[in-house]
């Protein structure tokens, strides 16, 4: 049971949980490690959440496994908000998520790409060789948050993060 306030070691800890709980297009990293857990309120507990689109069709999936692991955590209380204003940007991605995608075979966007350009015409580089000989195939790749690309070096296709 959570207080009516929470303190910071309590927000802290629910952080801590939703950091185990990953994201249902790309496992390898946590919604928190995407930036989409924007943080925890206090008064009242809630837990408010910024989905990579508005579109997004694992917003409902993401909602229910934060739903889940508070309330397997005993964080029952704790309420989850939908906010899509302002917009989720590559920029929230945390630095471990960056390394996190590189290693699952994903090239992340560079920081600050997305407040710079919304097309991200700089080459990719390849998660798998570190090329940066690249070329963009298709702007729509496995999920709407990526793009379709190939190394020309390595000759491996590759997703590459949209920056927004």
């Known amino acids: 049971m959570v207080s009516e306030v929470l303190d910071d070691a309590v927000a802290d800890r629910i952080m801590a949980v939703l950091a185990t709980v990953p994201d249902p297009e790309i496992p390898a990293v946590s919604v928190t490690d995407l930036g989409i857990v924007r943080g ?3 008064d009242p507990p809630v837990v408010t ?3 990579t689109y508005t579109g997004c069709p694992a917003t409902l ?7 889940a692991a508070l309330d397997e955590a005993g964080f029952a209380d704790v309420g989850i908000k939908t906010v899509l204003s302002p917009p989720w940007t590559t920029d929230w991605i945390s630095d471990e998520g960056r390394e996190k995608l590189r290693a699952y075979g994903i090239a992340p966007p560079p920081k600050g790409a997305g407040s710079r350009s919304l097309r991200a015409d700089s080459p990719a ?5 570190g ?3 690249t070329q963009e195939v298709s702007r729509f790749g496995s ?9 020309l070096d390595c000759q491996e296709p590759f997703d590459r993060f949209k920056c927004h």
């Open 40 to 42: 925890v309120r206090c």
């Open 49 to 51: 959440i910024t989905p």
């Open 61 to 67: 999936v993401i909602e229910a496994s934060v739903r």
């Open 125 to 129: 580089e390849c998660p798998r060789c």
């Open 131 to 133: 090329s940066l000989h």
């Open 143 to 151: 999920t709407p948050c990526k793009a379709l690309w190939r190394c």
